[in-house]
């Protein structure tokens, strides 16, 4: 079984994380925010519920899995760099996405065509063997996580968790797999695509937390009201972590070139240290309410 009612997530946790997508520079940006601030005394690892989407489902799985953000630092010739995008393809789902007179679940079906027809069988052995070497574990952890994805086949947004029974490195490719740069991944001979599509960070899956974290690298490329939307009458506290210029910066023109990988967590790892006190305060009191109704 490998859909999971979205509905079944709204329970109310102490703290949330939600982590967006971002490509390669958000893929590394994120990790270094999250070792940064681990240093700063804020481990994000320690969340009741973690929401991965994309560039967030790697780093997400990382941290749920107990890991230490500092392994993704530096970027190594990875599997996926053999595979060949092809510029017309990404241009034309770019095209699609960019049409503001289509339904979002027609926009999804279009993208999905252009996602299915763009690789051959080949492809997604070689993705899943990057997102294993990312991720660094294949067992679904005892932390709530949520990897969102989509069925590109019918535009259907997807949430898996470990009750879900879907290999956690398929999740994880699947959800970071955008049509066009990488191939669908097969889940139970449906094939799956970016979780971005269902609705960018998906912050709205941990809609009920008392404090919400939403970490969201390209923000800079969105208005506010897209994420406002989507935490609007939610969490209590809801701190909202994007690129400042310098991060921006250093993710280069293009988020899925590989080469801005370690500029790009440098930046995450300096900007950690410049989170004003709140983040700290909030994650720590939502820590300490959290012990006390369990007393």
Do not use: C, K
């Amino acid at each position: 079984m490998s859909r999971t009612n979205e509905g079944e997530h709204m329970n109310t946790v102490d703290r949330a994380l939600v982590l967006g997508p971002g490509g390669h520079a958000g893929t590394a940006w994120t990790a270094g925010l999250a070792r940064g601030l681990r240093r700063e005394g804020v481990d994000l690892g320690e969340a009741d519920l973690i929401v991965g989407t994309s560039a967030g489902a790697i780093v997400g799985a990382l941290l749920a899995t107990g890991q230490d953000p500092g392994r993704l630092a530096t970027v190594t010739r990875r599997p996926e760099h053999r595979i060949t995008v092809d510029p017309a393809r990404t241009g034309a789902v770019f095209a699609v996405l960019g049409d503001r007179t289509a339904a979002p679940e027609e926009s999804r079906r279009r993208v999905g065509r252009i996602a299915l027809d763009s690789f051959g069988p080949e492809a997604e052995d070689v993705l899943l063997a990057s997102r294993a070497a990312l991720v660094g574990a294949d067992a679904w952890p005892e932390r709530r996580l949520l990897i969102t994805a989509v069925d590109a086949a019918t535009g259907e947004p997807v949430v898996w968790d470990r009750d879900s029974e879907v290999p956690l490195v398929r999740a994880v490719a699947a959800s970071s797999a955008f049509p066009g740069a990488a191939p669908p991944v097969t889940v139970d001979g449906r094939r799956y695509m970016d979780g971005a599509l269902r609705s960018g960070p998906n912050a709205d899956l941990a809609a009920g937390a008392r404090t919400l974290v939403v970490v969201d690298p390209l923000a800079h490329l969105f208005p506010p009201e897209r994420l406002d939307r989507q935490v609007a009458g939610g969490a209590a506290a809801v701190v909202v972590l994007s690129p400042d210029p310098a991060s921006v910066a250093a993710f280069g023109a293009d988020p899925g070139d590989s080469a801005a990988w370690e500029p790009s967590f440098r930046a995450g790892l300096r900007q950690a240290g410049e989170i004003d006190a709140r983040l700290r305060s909030v994650w720590r009191a939502a820590a300490d309410a959290g012990r006390a109704d369990t007393a």
